[in-house]
């Protein structure tokens, strides 16, 4: 089942990425995180192929689950020479689009996980390997957000309905926590991953199509990301934990530029959808461009 799920969200047939395929396979590793070592296995595969278009899909998978599925996904892509095949690709000189992914994936990485010294030093070795070899990176914006949710110390379940009825720490809750229960570090850094999918979708849609926000995937992250709010405004006028209320009135800017932008393309004004705003964007994928939060490249006029 596994294999054969990884094989049709790397299908060459698939014009983009395959999203509800992508977030069930989220799903299924956040439920059972047993099944990540063959997904892993899988991905790596596919990165082996001759066909750019299915290496760009494996590499959107990839950065996918290790942006939603936390540690122990994280640690079958150190373990399991992973980054040493993307190193080998881009050493082959591969096609464009791949190459320049490969370099934005592993440098975004070995920043996250800490370098050197970090509990995977894989992806830190991996970039130097590659700054040995010359690489050139891509530019990244200095005000980019954080792009990967940090190792979970349980497996989350990110898209399910019913995701604000999940970690609650008090058994005894009044009625109105009850219908909002606070929100927990884990839970904020989960919205974020909920979100920059949904912002990646939207990046995907034409923005004069209205009737692409019309798939269900799409759909049910609106429906997360407008509970998720919800519970910002509760956690904001109840926490007396100063963490949490910074990180949360971050999250609840964030979530409303991402609902904006769904509402301009629903409401048929893409101008309002596409323009600039003065936090950096969180997109997480692109099959026509770099994966991972590098902002839009043709406004980058300077390095890190």
């Known amino acids: 089942m596994v294999n054969s799920m990884v094989e049709r969200a790397t299908s060459d ?17 956040n439920h059972d995180p047993g099944q990540a070592k ?21 590499l959107t998978l990839l950065e996918t689950i290790i942006k939603n599925c936390g540690d122990i996904v994280h640690m079958h892509v150190a373990e ?24 934005t994936l592993i440098d975004t990485w070995q920043e996250a996980f800490g370098g050197a010294r970090a509990r995977y030093p894989q ?15 891509p530019p990244r914006s200095e005000r980019s957000a954080p792009v990967l949710t940090p190792p979970q110390t349980q497996p989350l379940s ?8 999940s970690d609650r720490q008090d058994t005894a809750e009044s009625s109105a926590e009850s219908e909002f229960p606070t929100l927990s570090l884990t839970e904020i850094q989960n919205a974020r991953g909920i979100m920059d999918v949904l912002s990646e979708m939207l990046n995907a849609i034409d923005p004069g199509n ?41 999250l609840n800017d964030d979530l409303q ?9 629903a409401s048929g004004t893409p101008s309002q959808a596409n323009k600039p705003k003065p936090e950096p964007a969180k997109e997480l994928l692109n099959v026509d461009s770099p994966l991972i939060d590098t902002g839009d490249s043709s406004k980058q006029s300077e390095g890190r």
């Open 13 to 29: 047939l698939l014009i983009g990425p395959d999203w509800a395929r992508n977030i069930e396979i989220c799903d299924m590793l």
């Open 38 to 58: 063959d997904v892993v296995k899988g991905i790596k595969k596919k990165l082996g192929s001759k066909n750019p278009k299915v290496q760009l899909l494996a």
């Open 80 to 103: 399991r020479d992973v980054l040493h095949e993307m190193v080998r690709i881009v050493k082959k000189k591969p096609d464009f689009n791949v190459k320049e992914k490969i370099l």
């Open 123 to 137: 992806y830190y070795v991996a970039y130097q390997e590659l700054l040995r070899l010359g690489a050139v990176f």
């Open 158 to 165: 990110s898209y399910p309905p019913n995701i604000r009825n």
């Open 210 to 250: 209205k009737e692409g926000l019309r798939q269900e995937v799409i759909v049910d992250l609106v429906e997360q990301c407008r509970t998720y709010k919800q519970r910002v405004v509760h956690l904001v006028n109840s926490t007396s934990d100063e963490s949490l209320l910074c990180q949360g009135l971050a």
């Open 257 to 265: 530029r991402v609902l904006t932008r769904h509402e301009a393309i």
